[in-house]
């Protein structure tokens, strides 16, 4: 089946300690994208991934850091998480970067103390 | 900049009434639209999209969108509400070229029996 996996779906930390939400697919796509979801605000784009090892900011990039090592891959990695960035998360991942559907993970929903 | 507004942030209808919701979006160049649905506790799925050719698009579960360009806007309509189309629903562009959809804030459907 296609999907994009991520994990943990839930998570509550404490400000300062280092954590990483993972995020896999099985369709071979090339382009994957992490965004997170906050009321009234929508999905704002955080990082993305063209292919593997080329990666760049979206449009909320500060306070988070991702690689993209494997092309199945894109870990989203908060070094030193606050409370700003309680949120839900969203791993995406399509086929091309215009045209292209984009297929979303289940959510991942952290909560920073 | 290429934005996305959709127009209320909660729409209430009645079961087997018109569904009718707004979309309006801003960019400099011809873009790709997108509708997606969001229900409960679930990642966005793709309901429809307009790239290019026919302006009026069809979706699934009987959504479908029209794209008017001299109006900048992409409503999305269904003849008939059914309880299950209860859930979040968000309007997307992506520009040709570009590396990233914009999502608008979405708009909850609540659908009364």
């Known amino acids: 089946e296609a999907q994009v996996t991520q994990n943990p779906r839930y998570l509550i930390t404490v400000t300062g300690k280092k954590l990483t939400v993972t995020c896999s697919q099985n369709m071979n796509h090339e382009y994957m994208s992490w965004y997170r979801q906050d009321p009234g605000l929508g999905l704002r784009q955080i990082y993305y991934s063209m292919n593997v090892e080329v990666t760049d900011k979206g449009d909320v990039p500060e306070g988070y850091k991702v690689s993209r090592k494997e092309k199945r891959n894109f870990p989203l990695i908060l070094e030193s998480p606050s409370p700003n960035q309680t949120s839900l998360y969203f791993c995406?991942?399509?086929?091309?970067?215009?045209?292209?559907?984009?297929?979303f993970g289940e959510g991942s929903r952290l909560t920073v103390l | 900049a290429q934005s996305v507004t959709q127009l209320g942030s909660h729409v209430s209808v009645s079961e087997g009434a018109l569904v009718l919701l707004r979309c309006n979006y801003s960019s400099s160049v011809p873009p790709y639209l997108f509708w997606y649905v969001q229900y409960p506790n679930q990642g966005l799925q793709l309901l429809l999209k307009y790239t290019t050719g026919a302006t009026l698009v069809k979706g699934i579960n009987g959504f479908e969108a029209e794209f008017k360009k001299s109006e900048t806007s992409f409503h999305l309509t269904k003849p008939s509400a059914h309880m299950s189309d209860a859930a979040e629903y968000f309007c997307a562009v992506s520009l040709t070229g570009g590396f990233k959809t914009i999502f608008g804030a979405g708009t909850r459907l609540f659908v009364k029996a």
């Open positions: 995406a991942s399509s086929l091309t970067t215009q045209t292209g559907e984009l297929f």
